[in-house]
Protein backbone atom coordinates (compact mmCIF):
# COMPACT_ATOMS: atom_id res chain seq x y z
CA UNK A 1 0.00 0.00 0.00
CA UNK A 2 2.81 2.33 0.71
CA UNK A 3 4.48 1.52 -2.77
CA UNK A 4 1.45 1.99 -4.63
CA UNK A 5 0.48 5.63 -2.46
CA UNK A 6 3.89 6.67 -3.95
CA UNK A 7 3.37 6.19 -7.54
CA UNK A 8 -0.30 8.14 -7.04
CA UNK A 9 2.30 11.05 -5.27
CA UNK A 10 5.01 10.89 -8.49
CA UNK A 11 2.38 10.31 -11.13
CA UNK A 12 0.24 12.64 -9.90
CA UNK A 13 3.12 15.30 -9.51
CA UNK A 14 3.68 14.62 -12.94
CA UNK A 15 0.66 15.79 -13.76
CA UNK A 16 0.56 19.46 -12.22
CA UNK A 17 4.13 20.27 -12.88
CA UNK A 18 3.92 19.90 -16.49
CA UNK A 19 3.29 22.64 -18.92
CA UNK A 20 -0.74 23.83 -18.30
CA UNK A 21 -0.95 21.79 -14.96
CA UNK A 22 -0.67 24.06 -12.54
CA UNK A 23 -4.13 25.40 -14.46
CA UNK A 24 -5.18 21.76 -14.28
CA UNK A 25 -4.75 21.81 -10.88
CA UNK A 26 -6.79 25.23 -10.29
CA UNK A 27 -9.59 23.77 -12.41
CA UNK A 28 -9.38 20.57 -9.18
CA UNK A 29 -9.89 23.11 -6.75
CA UNK A 30 -12.84 24.88 -8.59
CA UNK A 31 -14.52 21.03 -9.40
CA UNK A 32 -14.00 20.38 -5.40
CA UNK A 33 -15.53 23.93 -4.47
CA UNK A 34 -18.46 23.02 -7.01
CA UNK A 35 -18.48 19.72 -4.88
CA UNK A 36 -18.60 21.33 -1.62
CA UNK A 37 -21.69 23.43 -2.53
CA UNK A 38 -23.90 20.29 -3.53
CA UNK A 39 -22.91 18.97 0.09
CA UNK A 40 -24.99 22.00 0.50
CA UNK A 41 -28.08 21.19 -2.02
CA UNK A 42 -27.96 18.11 -0.47
CA UNK A 43 -28.06 19.66 3.27
CA UNK A 44 -30.90 21.61 1.87
CA UNK A 45 -32.86 18.79 0.21
CA UNK A 46 -32.88 16.92 3.68
CA UNK A 47 -34.62 19.40 5.26
CA UNK A 48 -36.56 19.98 2.10
CA UNK A 49 -37.81 16.32 2.85
CA UNK A 50 -39.38 16.89 6.60
CA UNK A 51 -40.87 20.36 4.91
CA UNK A 52 -42.50 18.82 2.09
CA UNK A 53 -43.86 15.36 3.79
CA UNK A 54 -45.20 17.23 7.20
CA UNK A 55 -47.13 19.18 4.33
CA UNK A 56 -48.60 16.58 3.30
CA UNK A 57 -49.51 14.37 6.23
CA UNK A 58 -50.98 17.70 7.57
CA UNK A 59 -53.23 18.10 4.01
CA UNK A 60 -51.69 21.71 3.82
CA UNK A 61 -52.11 22.31 -0.09
CA UNK A 62 -50.20 26.18 -0.28
CA UNK A 63 -47.26 24.82 1.64
CA UNK A 64 -46.91 21.58 -0.24
CA UNK A 65 -46.92 23.59 -3.73
CA UNK A 66 -44.57 25.57 -2.50
CA UNK A 67 -42.11 23.04 -1.56
CA UNK A 68 -42.57 21.59 -4.93
CA UNK A 69 -41.44 24.99 -6.06
CA UNK A 70 -38.28 25.23 -3.60
CA UNK A 71 -37.52 21.62 -4.97
CA UNK A 72 -37.34 22.36 -8.52
CA UNK A 73 -34.89 25.49 -7.82
CA UNK A 74 -32.72 23.22 -5.48
CA UNK A 75 -32.80 20.50 -8.29
CA UNK A 76 -31.68 22.94 -11.37
CA UNK A 77 -28.68 24.99 -8.31
CA UNK A 78 -27.73 20.98 -8.38
CA UNK A 79 -28.14 20.28 -11.92
CA UNK A 80 -26.07 23.23 -12.73
CA UNK A 81 -23.53 22.69 -10.16
CA UNK A 82 -23.03 19.19 -11.96
CA UNK A 83 -22.87 20.41 -15.00
CA UNK A 84 -20.18 22.86 -14.52
CA UNK A 85 -18.44 20.26 -12.43
CA UNK A 86 -18.51 17.70 -15.19
CA UNK A 87 -17.12 20.59 -18.28
CA UNK A 88 -14.09 21.56 -16.09
CA UNK A 89 -13.40 17.92 -15.55
CA UNK A 90 -13.12 17.26 -18.94
CA UNK A 91 -10.91 20.26 -19.36
CA UNK A 92 -8.95 18.92 -16.42
CA UNK A 93 -8.82 15.53 -17.73
CA UNK A 94 -7.12 17.05 -20.98
CA UNK A 95 -4.09 19.09 -19.30
CA UNK A 96 -3.67 16.43 -16.94
CA UNK A 97 -3.26 14.06 -19.27
CA UNK A 98 -1.36 15.76 -21.90
CA UNK A 99 1.13 16.95 -19.19
CA UNK A 100 1.51 12.88 -17.88
CA UNK A 101 1.75 11.54 -21.69
CA UNK A 102 4.81 14.43 -22.39
CA UNK A 103 6.18 13.13 -19.27
CA UNK A 104 5.86 9.65 -19.91
CA UNK A 105 7.10 10.48 -23.89
CA UNK A 106 10.62 11.79 -22.47
CA UNK A 107 11.53 9.70 -20.16
CA UNK A 108 11.10 6.74 -22.99
CA UNK A 109 13.13 8.73 -25.46
CA UNK A 110 15.58 10.27 -23.10
CA UNK A 111 19.27 8.69 -23.36
CA UNK A 112 17.37 6.12 -25.97
CA UNK A 113 15.20 4.46 -23.14
CA UNK A 114 13.08 3.08 -25.90
CA UNK A 115 15.78 1.30 -27.61
CA UNK A 116 17.51 -0.23 -24.34
CA UNK A 117 14.42 -1.39 -22.96
CA UNK A 118 13.82 -3.83 -25.42
CA UNK A 119 16.74 -5.88 -23.68
CA UNK A 120 14.70 -7.49 -20.78
CA UNK A 121 18.18 -7.57 -19.10
CA UNK A 122 17.75 -3.67 -18.88
CA UNK A 123 14.47 -3.70 -17.12
CA UNK A 124 12.76 -4.40 -20.55
CA UNK A 125 8.33 -4.05 -20.12
CA UNK A 126 5.35 -5.14 -22.28
CA UNK A 127 3.65 -2.84 -24.68
CA UNK A 128 5.56 1.16 -23.73
CA UNK A 129 3.43 2.22 -26.22
CA UNK A 130 0.02 0.62 -24.83
CA UNK A 131 1.03 2.26 -21.02
CA UNK A 132 1.66 5.64 -22.96
CA UNK A 133 -1.24 5.96 -24.73
CA UNK A 134 -3.79 3.73 -22.70
CA UNK A 135 -2.68 4.08 -19.01
CA UNK A 136 -2.38 7.40 -18.84
CA UNK A 137 -5.48 8.09 -20.61
CA UNK A 138 -7.22 5.62 -17.42
CA UNK A 139 -4.89 6.95 -14.63
CA UNK A 140 -6.19 10.72 -15.45
CA UNK A 141 -9.58 10.04 -16.09
CA UNK A 142 -9.82 7.73 -12.81
CA UNK A 143 -7.69 10.14 -10.75
CA UNK A 144 -9.64 13.19 -11.49
CA UNK A 145 -13.04 11.10 -10.54
CA UNK A 146 -12.23 9.21 -7.61
CA UNK A 147 -9.86 12.08 -6.19
CA UNK A 148 -12.66 14.30 -6.21
CA UNK A 149 -14.97 12.01 -4.71
CA UNK A 150 -12.99 11.01 -2.14
CA UNK A 151 -12.30 14.66 -0.60
CA UNK A 152 -16.06 15.94 -1.28
CA UNK A 153 -17.56 12.29 0.48
CA UNK A 154 -14.95 13.12 3.94
CA UNK A 155 -16.41 16.61 3.96
CA UNK A 156 -20.14 15.44 3.20
CA UNK A 157 -19.50 12.59 5.60
CA UNK A 158 -18.63 14.78 8.71
CA UNK A 159 -21.82 17.24 7.39
CA UNK A 160 -24.73 14.56 6.83
CA UNK A 161 -23.00 13.01 10.43
CA UNK A 162 -23.98 15.91 12.40
CA UNK A 163 -27.63 16.16 11.13
CA UNK A 164 -28.01 12.59 11.50
CA UNK A 165 -26.95 13.27 15.11
CA UNK A 166 -29.11 16.38 15.83
CA UNK A 167 -31.87 14.28 13.99
CA UNK A 168 -31.50 10.53 16.10
CA UNK A 169 -32.57 11.78 19.59
CA UNK A 170 -34.59 8.40 20.07
CA UNK A 171 -33.46 5.36 21.38
CA UNK A 172 -33.99 1.63 20.29
CA UNK A 173 -35.03 0.10 23.20
CA UNK A 174 -35.84 -3.65 23.06
CA UNK A 175 -35.77 -6.50 25.72
CA UNK A 176 -32.64 -9.68 24.95
CA UNK A 177 -33.09 -12.92 26.69
CA UNK A 178 -35.25 -11.15 29.32
CA UNK A 179 -32.29 -8.77 29.61
CA UNK A 180 -34.08 -4.78 28.58
CA UNK A 181 -31.44 -2.92 26.40
CA UNK A 182 -31.72 0.43 25.22
CA UNK A 183 -29.32 1.85 22.18
CA UNK A 184 -29.28 6.03 22.57
CA UNK A 185 -29.01 7.79 18.77
CA UNK A 186 -29.14 4.07 17.08
CA UNK A 187 -29.67 5.60 13.50
CA UNK A 188 -26.28 7.16 13.91
CA UNK A 189 -24.11 3.90 14.85
CA UNK A 190 -26.22 1.92 12.93
CA UNK A 191 -24.57 3.82 9.06
CA UNK A 192 -20.58 3.40 10.12
CA UNK A 193 -21.77 -0.65 11.32
CA UNK A 194 -23.83 -1.50 8.13
CA UNK A 195 -21.38 0.39 6.04
CA UNK A 196 -18.33 -1.06 7.57
CA UNK A 197 -19.68 -5.04 7.46
CA UNK A 198 -20.79 -4.34 3.44
CA UNK A 199 -17.51 -2.64 2.82
CA UNK A 200 -15.11 -5.79 4.54
CA UNK A 201 -17.34 -8.20 2.12
CA UNK A 202 -16.84 -5.74 -0.70
CA UNK A 203 -13.10 -5.76 -0.41
CA UNK A 204 -12.71 -9.66 0.39
CA UNK A 205 -14.69 -10.47 -2.86
CA UNK A 206 -12.47 -7.64 -5.19
CA UNK A 207 -9.21 -8.14 -4.12
CA UNK A 208 -8.61 -10.17 -7.23
CA UNK A 209 -9.89 -7.51 -9.44
CA UNK A 210 -6.44 -5.18 -9.42
CA UNK A 211 -4.00 -8.41 -10.44
CA UNK A 212 -6.86 -9.44 -13.22
CA UNK A 213 -7.07 -5.74 -14.79
CA UNK A 214 -3.29 -5.69 -14.43
CA UNK A 215 -2.86 -8.84 -16.86
CA UNK A 216 -6.21 -7.44 -19.02
CA UNK A 217 -4.02 -4.84 -20.11
CA UNK A 218 -1.22 -6.25 -21.18
CA UNK A 219 -2.66 -9.08 -23.04
CA UNK A 220 -4.82 -5.89 -24.66
CA UNK A 221 -1.46 -4.81 -25.34
CA UNK A 222 0.56 -7.93 -26.93
CA UNK A 223 -2.67 -8.52 -29.25
CA UNK A 224 -3.14 -4.65 -30.33
CA UNK A 225 1.17 -4.84 -31.14
CA UNK A 226 0.69 -8.37 -32.97
CA UNK A 227 -1.99 -6.04 -35.14
CA UNK A 228 0.17 -3.51 -36.01
CA UNK A 229 3.08 -5.17 -36.64
CA UNK A 230 1.21 -7.43 -39.47
CA UNK A 231 -0.18 -4.21 -40.65
CA UNK A 232 4.05 -2.58 -41.30
CA UNK A 233 4.89 -5.72 -42.68
CA UNK A 234 1.95 -6.73 -45.09
CA UNK A 235 3.86 -7.46 -47.82
CA UNK A 236 6.13 -9.48 -46.32
CA UNK A 237 3.94 -11.74 -45.54
CA UNK A 238 1.82 -11.42 -48.65
CA UNK A 239 4.67 -12.87 -50.40
CA UNK A 240 5.28 -15.52 -48.26
CA UNK A 241 1.63 -16.33 -48.32
CA UNK A 242 1.74 -16.22 -43.87
CA UNK A 243 -1.58 -15.70 -43.56
CA UNK A 244 -2.45 -18.98 -41.70
CA UNK A 245 0.68 -18.30 -39.73
CA UNK A 246 -0.27 -14.90 -38.43
CA UNK A 247 -4.20 -15.85 -38.52
CA UNK A 248 -2.60 -18.64 -35.60
CA UNK A 249 -0.79 -15.87 -33.84
CA UNK A 250 -3.77 -13.34 -33.66
CA UNK A 251 -5.85 -16.38 -32.48
CA UNK A 252 -3.25 -17.29 -29.79
CA UNK A 253 -3.08 -13.79 -28.39
CA UNK A 254 -6.61 -13.26 -28.68
CA UNK A 255 -7.76 -16.28 -27.06
CA UNK A 256 -5.36 -15.14 -23.80
CA UNK A 257 -7.36 -11.83 -24.25
CA UNK A 258 -10.54 -13.45 -23.61
CA UNK A 259 -8.91 -16.35 -21.10
CA UNK A 260 -8.16 -13.21 -18.75
CA UNK A 261 -11.29 -11.78 -19.51
CA UNK A 262 -13.45 -14.72 -18.29
CA UNK A 263 -11.42 -14.23 -15.18
CA UNK A 264 -12.33 -10.91 -15.28
CA UNK A 265 -15.86 -11.35 -15.83
CA UNK A 266 -16.37 -14.29 -13.04
CA UNK A 267 -14.88 -12.17 -10.53
CA UNK A 268 -16.88 -8.89 -11.10
CA UNK A 269 -19.89 -11.25 -10.97
CA UNK A 270 -19.00 -12.61 -7.83
CA UNK A 271 -18.46 -9.23 -6.94
CA UNK A 272 -21.81 -8.07 -8.30
CA UNK A 273 -23.47 -10.97 -5.92
CA UNK A 274 -23.02 -8.40 -3.10
CA UNK A 275 -22.89 -4.85 -4.28
CA UNK A 276 -25.59 -4.59 -6.57
CA UNK A 277 -28.18 -6.00 -3.75
CA UNK A 278 -26.79 -3.52 -1.55
CA UNK A 279 -27.27 -0.85 -4.46
CA UNK A 280 -30.93 -1.46 -4.42
CA UNK A 281 -31.47 -1.69 -1.18
CA UNK A 282 -29.41 0.74 0.20
CA UNK A 283 -31.79 3.86 -0.47
CA UNK A 284 -34.48 1.59 1.65
CA UNK A 285 -32.67 0.72 3.91
CA UNK A 286 -32.50 3.87 6.65
CA UNK A 287 -36.79 3.83 6.23
CA UNK A 288 -36.88 0.41 7.95
CA UNK A 289 -34.22 1.45 10.72
CA UNK A 290 -35.90 4.54 11.39
CA UNK A 291 -39.63 2.93 11.42
CA UNK A 292 -39.79 1.84 15.14
CA UNK A 293 -39.49 5.28 15.95
CA UNK A 294 -42.38 6.45 13.62
CA UNK A 295 -44.94 3.76 14.84
CA UNK A 296 -44.34 4.67 18.41
CA UNK A 297 -45.32 8.25 17.49
CA UNK A 298 -41.62 9.69 18.51
CA UNK A 299 -41.37 11.59 14.77
CA UNK A 300 -43.91 12.93 12.20
CA UNK A 301 -43.81 11.10 9.46
CA UNK A 302 -41.84 14.68 7.79
CA UNK A 303 -39.52 13.81 10.20
CA UNK A 304 -39.43 9.91 9.08
CA UNK A 305 -38.64 11.19 5.66
CA UNK A 306 -35.96 13.54 7.01
CA UNK A 307 -34.22 10.82 9.35
CA UNK A 308 -34.17 8.44 6.48
CA UNK A 309 -32.72 10.93 3.61
CA UNK A 310 -30.41 12.14 6.52
CA UNK A 311 -29.30 7.98 7.00
CA UNK A 312 -29.73 7.64 3.25
CA UNK A 313 -26.88 10.29 2.31
CA UNK A 314 -24.32 9.09 5.45
CA UNK A 315 -24.51 5.34 4.34
CA UNK A 316 -24.02 6.46 0.42
CA UNK A 317 -21.48 8.40 1.22
CA UNK A 318 -19.84 5.66 3.10
CA UNK A 319 -20.32 3.17 0.63
CA UNK A 320 -18.07 5.29 -2.00
CA UNK A 321 -15.28 2.86 -1.40
CA UNK A 322 -17.85 0.67 -2.04
CA UNK A 323 -19.66 1.58 -5.46
CA UNK A 324 -16.28 2.61 -6.55
CA UNK A 325 -14.26 -0.47 -6.21
CA UNK A 326 -14.04 -1.67 -9.88
CA UNK A 327 -12.92 2.05 -10.62
CA UNK A 328 -10.32 2.06 -7.78
CA UNK A 329 -9.11 -1.22 -9.08
CA UNK A 330 -8.46 -0.19 -12.31
CA UNK A 331 -6.97 2.93 -11.05
CA UNK A 332 -4.20 1.08 -9.04
CA UNK A 333 -3.40 -1.27 -12.10
CA UNK A 334 -2.65 1.95 -14.26
CA UNK A 335 -1.14 3.19 -11.38
CA UNK A 336 1.18 0.03 -10.93
CA UNK A 337 1.89 -0.41 -14.96
CA UNK A 338 3.03 3.79 -15.09
CA UNK A 339 4.78 3.37 -12.49
CA UNK A 340 6.81 0.06 -13.18
CA UNK A 341 7.15 2.00 -16.89
CA UNK A 342 8.87 4.97 -14.95
CA UNK A 343 11.35 2.86 -13.44
CA UNK A 344 12.34 1.25 -16.05
CA UNK A 345 12.77 3.95 -18.31
CA UNK A 346 14.37 5.94 -16.09
CA UNK A 347 16.74 3.03 -15.09
CA UNK A 348 17.63 2.19 -19.19
CA UNK A 349 18.14 6.07 -19.81
CA UNK A 350 20.40 6.78 -16.96
CA UNK A 351 22.39 3.37 -17.74
CA UNK A 352 26.34 4.12 -18.49
CA UNK A 353 26.91 3.04 -21.81
CA UNK A 354 29.42 -0.08 -21.89
CA UNK A 355 32.18 -0.30 -23.90
CA UNK A 356 33.28 2.91 -22.45
CA UNK A 357 32.67 5.79 -24.82
CA UNK A 358 34.66 9.06 -24.79
CA UNK A 359 34.76 12.03 -27.08
CA UNK A 360 37.86 12.01 -28.70
CA UNK A 361 39.97 15.18 -28.56
CA UNK A 362 41.10 15.08 -32.30
CA UNK A 363 38.70 14.07 -34.89
CA UNK A 364 39.29 10.27 -35.28
CA UNK A 365 37.19 7.35 -34.21
CA UNK A 366 39.42 4.82 -32.13
CA UNK A 367 38.00 1.37 -31.10
CA UNK A 368 40.44 0.27 -28.14
CA UNK A 369 40.10 -3.77 -27.45
CA UNK A 370 36.58 -3.76 -28.06
CA UNK A 371 34.38 -7.08 -26.63
CA UNK A 372 30.82 -7.27 -27.20
CA UNK A 373 28.13 -9.54 -26.27
CA UNK A 374 25.30 -10.62 -28.29
CA UNK A 375 21.88 -10.45 -26.91
CA UNK A 376 21.61 -13.94 -25.57
CA UNK A 377 24.81 -13.21 -23.68
CA UNK A 378 27.80 -14.85 -25.65
CA UNK A 379 30.69 -12.90 -25.97
CA UNK A 380 32.56 -11.81 -29.46
CA UNK A 381 35.70 -11.96 -30.31
CA UNK A 382 37.85 -8.60 -29.36
CA UNK A 383 37.79 -5.90 -32.42
CA UNK A 384 41.56 -5.14 -31.22
CA UNK A 385 42.79 -1.61 -31.63
CA UNK A 386 40.52 0.56 -34.97
CA UNK A 387 41.53 4.06 -36.13
CA UNK A 388 39.77 5.26 -38.40
CA UNK A 389 41.14 9.13 -39.26
CA UNK A 390 38.74 12.03 -40.65
CA UNK A 391 38.12 12.44 -44.35
CA UNK A 392 38.78 8.88 -45.26
CA UNK A 393 36.80 5.95 -46.75
CA UNK A 394 36.76 2.82 -45.22
CA UNK A 395 35.01 -0.51 -45.79
CA UNK A 396 34.61 -2.82 -42.73
CA UNK A 397 35.12 -6.56 -43.48
CA UNK A 398 34.61 -9.69 -41.97
CA UNK A 399 32.43 -13.25 -41.78
CA UNK A 400 28.47 -12.89 -41.05
CA UNK A 401 27.99 -12.62 -37.52
CA UNK A 402 31.32 -10.93 -36.66
CA UNK A 403 29.57 -8.23 -35.01
CA UNK A 404 30.13 -5.47 -37.59
CA UNK A 405 26.26 -3.98 -37.32
CA UNK A 406 27.18 -4.60 -33.31
CA UNK A 407 30.21 -2.88 -33.42
CA UNK A 408 28.15 0.31 -35.06
CA UNK A 409 25.61 0.49 -32.77
CA UNK A 410 28.40 0.74 -30.00
CA UNK A 411 30.19 3.41 -31.65
CA UNK A 412 26.53 5.27 -31.36
CA UNK A 413 26.15 4.65 -27.84
CA UNK A 414 23.52 1.74 -28.26
CA UNK A 415 25.44 -1.51 -27.10
CA UNK A 416 25.56 -1.63 -23.53
CA UNK A 417 26.84 -5.33 -22.84
CA UNK A 418 30.66 -5.28 -23.87
CA UNK A 419 33.90 -3.82 -22.06
CA UNK A 420 36.54 -1.85 -23.89
CA UNK A 421 36.83 1.95 -25.03
CA UNK A 422 35.27 3.34 -27.71
CA UNK A 423 36.38 6.77 -28.81
CA UNK A 424 34.31 9.21 -30.70
CA UNK A 425 34.80 11.92 -33.61
CA UNK A 426 34.07 15.33 -32.03
CA UNK A 427 32.16 16.65 -35.07
CA UNK A 428 28.39 15.32 -36.46
CA UNK A 429 27.79 11.37 -37.03
CA UNK A 430 24.42 9.43 -39.23
CA UNK A 431 24.46 6.30 -38.90
CA UNK A 432 22.33 4.71 -41.92
CA UNK A 433 20.84 1.37 -41.16
CA UNK A 434 20.46 -1.48 -43.89
CA UNK A 435 16.51 -1.23 -42.92
CA UNK A 436 15.38 2.17 -44.13
CA UNK A 437 13.20 3.97 -41.55
CA UNK A 438 10.89 6.38 -43.26
CA UNK A 439 8.56 7.90 -40.68
CA UNK A 440 5.15 9.23 -40.90
CA UNK A 441 4.13 12.30 -42.78
CA UNK A 442 4.91 13.82 -46.89
CA UNK A 443 7.95 13.33 -48.50
CA UNK A 444 9.48 16.57 -46.96
CA UNK A 445 9.53 15.33 -43.45
CA UNK A 446 10.86 11.88 -44.40
CA UNK A 447 13.86 12.91 -46.25
CA UNK A 448 14.53 16.22 -44.03
CA UNK A 449 14.29 13.25 -40.80
CA UNK A 450 15.29 13.81 -38.38
CA UNK A 451 15.17 17.83 -38.96
CA UNK A 452 12.52 19.80 -39.69
CA UNK A 453 11.29 20.13 -42.86
CA UNK A 454 10.27 23.71 -42.99
CA UNK A 455 14.29 24.28 -42.18
CA UNK A 456 15.12 22.88 -45.55
CA UNK A 457 14.87 24.84 -49.00
CA UNK A 458 12.64 22.67 -51.92
CA UNK A 459 16.00 23.47 -54.10
CA UNK A 460 17.55 21.17 -51.90
CA UNK A 461 15.35 18.46 -51.38
CA UNK A 462 14.99 17.90 -55.13
CA UNK A 463 19.27 17.83 -56.00
CA UNK A 464 19.16 15.29 -53.09
CA UNK A 465 16.35 13.18 -54.78
CA UNK A 466 18.25 14.15 -58.14
CA UNK A 467 21.76 12.71 -56.80
CA UNK A 468 20.11 9.55 -55.70
CA UNK A 469 17.89 8.79 -58.89
CA UNK A 470 14.25 9.65 -57.57
CA UNK A 471 13.75 12.96 -58.60
CA UNK A 472 10.56 11.62 -59.96
CA UNK A 473 9.03 11.58 -56.57
CA UNK A 474 9.41 15.65 -55.64
CA UNK A 475 6.46 17.64 -55.88
CA UNK A 476 4.24 14.76 -54.43
CA UNK A 477 1.18 15.69 -52.49
CA UNK A 478 1.12 14.13 -48.95
CA UNK A 479 -1.49 11.23 -49.95
CA UNK A 480 -0.17 10.54 -52.89
CA UNK A 481 3.30 10.52 -51.00
CA UNK A 482 1.77 7.80 -48.43
CA UNK A 483 0.54 5.33 -51.53
CA UNK A 484 3.62 5.59 -53.56
CA UNK A 485 5.64 4.87 -49.91
CA UNK A 486 3.77 1.53 -49.63
CA UNK A 487 4.87 0.82 -53.47
CA UNK A 488 9.01 1.56 -52.63
CA UNK A 489 11.25 -1.29 -53.63
CA UNK A 490 14.04 -1.92 -51.12
CA UNK A 491 16.34 -0.07 -53.15
CA UNK A 492 14.64 2.83 -53.59
CA UNK A 493 13.92 2.67 -49.99
CA UNK A 494 17.64 3.02 -49.72
CA UNK A 495 18.35 5.45 -52.26
CA UNK A 496 15.45 7.71 -50.28
CA UNK A 497 17.93 7.55 -47.01
CA UNK A 498 21.10 7.87 -48.81
CA UNK A 499 19.64 11.27 -49.96
CA UNK A 500 18.57 12.28 -46.54
CA UNK A 501 22.34 11.61 -45.52
CA UNK A 502 23.19 14.16 -48.42
CA UNK A 503 20.49 16.63 -46.61
CA UNK A 504 22.24 16.77 -43.56
CA UNK A 505 26.10 16.86 -44.74
CA UNK A 506 27.25 15.10 -41.59
CA UNK A 507 30.95 15.13 -40.84
CA UNK A 508 31.35 11.30 -39.97
CA UNK A 509 28.73 8.87 -42.40
CA UNK A 510 28.02 5.00 -41.26
CA UNK A 511 26.63 3.00 -43.64
CA UNK A 512 25.20 -0.58 -42.54
CA UNK A 513 24.65 -2.69 -45.52
CA UNK A 514 23.24 0.91 -46.63
CA UNK A 515 23.25 -0.50 -50.34
CA UNK A 516 22.44 -3.76 -49.82
CA UNK A 517 19.52 -4.00 -52.25
CA UNK A 518 21.43 -2.13 -55.31
CA UNK A 519 23.15 -4.25 -57.60
CA UNK A 520 26.48 -3.28 -58.43
CA UNK A 521 26.61 -0.79 -61.16
CA UNK A 522 23.75 0.87 -59.24
CA UNK A 523 25.46 0.90 -56.06
CA UNK A 524 29.11 2.56 -57.63
CA UNK A 525 27.13 5.05 -59.21
CA UNK A 526 25.38 5.58 -55.96
CA UNK A 527 28.27 5.80 -54.36
CA UNK A 528 30.15 7.87 -56.87
CA UNK A 529 27.52 10.62 -56.16
CA UNK A 530 27.77 10.87 -52.61
CA UNK A 531 31.26 10.99 -52.22
CA UNK A 532 31.02 14.14 -54.54
CA UNK A 533 28.39 15.85 -53.19
CA UNK A 534 29.97 14.91 -49.49
CA UNK A 535 34.05 15.42 -50.02
CA UNK A 536 34.92 16.13 -46.66
CA UNK A 537 32.45 13.56 -44.94
CA UNK A 538 34.44 10.31 -43.33
CA UNK A 539 32.41 6.97 -44.99
CA UNK A 540 32.87 3.84 -43.11
CA UNK A 541 30.43 1.27 -44.85
CA UNK A 542 29.53 -2.02 -43.54
CA UNK A 543 29.19 -4.60 -46.54
CA UNK A 544 29.84 -8.17 -47.31
CA UNK A 545 30.93 -6.96 -50.75
CA UNK A 546 33.57 -4.61 -51.12
CA UNK A 547 32.09 -1.13 -52.07
CA UNK A 548 32.07 -0.17 -55.63
CA UNK A 549 32.01 3.77 -56.90
CA UNK A 550 34.62 5.15 -53.93
CA UNK A 551 38.08 6.05 -55.28
CA UNK A 552 41.02 4.94 -52.50
CA UNK A 553 39.08 3.17 -49.89
CA UNK A 554 40.62 1.41 -47.09
CA UNK A 555 39.79 -2.18 -46.01
CA UNK A 556 39.70 -3.05 -42.05
CA UNK A 557 39.09 -6.86 -41.51
CA UNK A 558 37.34 -7.09 -38.78
Same mark, same amino acid.
Given at each position: ????????????????????????????????????????????????????????????????????????????????????????????????????????????????????????????????????????????????????????????????????????????????????????????????????????????????????????????????????????? $? %??? #?? !? *??? @???????????? &? =???????????????????????????????????????????????????????????????????????? $? %??? #?? !? *??? @???????????? &? =?????????????????????????????????????????????????????????????????????????????? !???????????????? &?????????????????????????????????????????????????????????????????????????????????????????????????????????????????
Amino acid at each position: MKALAGQFYRLTRLCIIGDGGRIGALYFFIIFGLGLAGIQITVRLIAWTADFYDALQKLDVDTAVRQIGVFFGLIAISAGLYLTSAYLRKLLIIRWRRTLTEAMLDRWLAGKAYWHLRDRRDGGIDNPDQRIAEDCRIYVDKLTGEAVELVTSCVGLVTYFGILWGLSTFPLAFTLFGTAIEIPRYMVWAAPLYVALATGATHFLGAPLKAINFEQQRREGDFRFALTRFREH $A %EAV #AL !A *NGE @GAERRVFAQRFR &A =VLDNWRLLARRELILGCFTRPYMQTVLRIPLFLALPAYLAGKVSFGGLMQIGSAFQNVVTTLSWFIFSYRDL $A %ELA #AA !A *NRL @GVFLDAAEAAGA &A =VAQPAMSVAVEDHLVVDDVRLKTPGGQWLAPFGRLHFSAGGSYWLSGPSGRGKSSLLKAVAGLWRHGDGRIETPVSSI !AVMPQQAYLPLGGLRA &ALAYPLDADDVPDRDFHAALAAVGLERLWGMDDAIWEEARRGLSGGERQRLVLARLILQQPQWAFLDEATSALDSDSEASLLRRLRDMLPKTTLVIVSHRAPQGVDRFETVTL
